[in-house]
């Protein structure tokens, strides 16, 4: 299995998982960069996922089946946003693909919108996780349907999954992030390696994806409501010092980052 990110509009990364020469394609918002990725490597589109509605996401959905009749699998809680599904989904069916030896299992992440869903995966024995605009590297989507709570327990959904589970998100938010990051918590030594080993990716023009859960929880703010430098930063942010549920913390630090 070879999974390899698609560059698309400024910052999206459309996932193409690949085995032999079928392919599967996650939130393909512009189908040009991938019928060039298909020419250019002889692969054969089999099936597209969808995480969610946004029109940089599946703004290519429609000429990609011009080019090949594959279902489209999305979720059904935004199936009339997404019109070209043909499979829906919620939390907990799965989904597989033979042609790629693949087996998915959905999660609900409602929150950036409210039928956002999530798709983990076993490939090659290798746990991975495909979660659109919700888990960030190094930070998460913007909350623009959900709520604060909502988003939070979606995050903590991802974040309950094996450690070692890669993270394929759809943007390259990295840096950004994580400057953001560290201005929630400048004493994390393991954020500050990071930033330096992201510094390294970026300057040679590289994906700093995927990354872990295991380093998402070590350095996302949002995965580490119940941090003491966490929490200490989002009351002083909200300038309100009762601040106690890690509920309210992730709240008061979304609310930062929309600022920031
Ligand atoms: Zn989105």
Redesign the pocket.
Known sequence: MDITPIHAFDDNYIWALRKDDNVVVVDPGDAAPVLDYLARTGGTLVAILIT?H?S??IGGISTLLQHASVPVFGPAAERAKITTLTRTLTEGDTVDIAEIDAQFRVIDVGG??LGHIAYVGLLDGKNTLFC??TLFAGGC?RI?EGTPEQMHASLSKLAALPSDTCVYC?HEYTQSNLKFALAVEPNNSALQSRIADVAVLRAANKPTLPSTIALELATNPFLRADSPDVITAARTFSKNTSLQTTDEIFAAIRAWKNIF
């Open positions: 969610h946004h940089d996401h950036h919108t659109g605009d989507g623009f759809a």
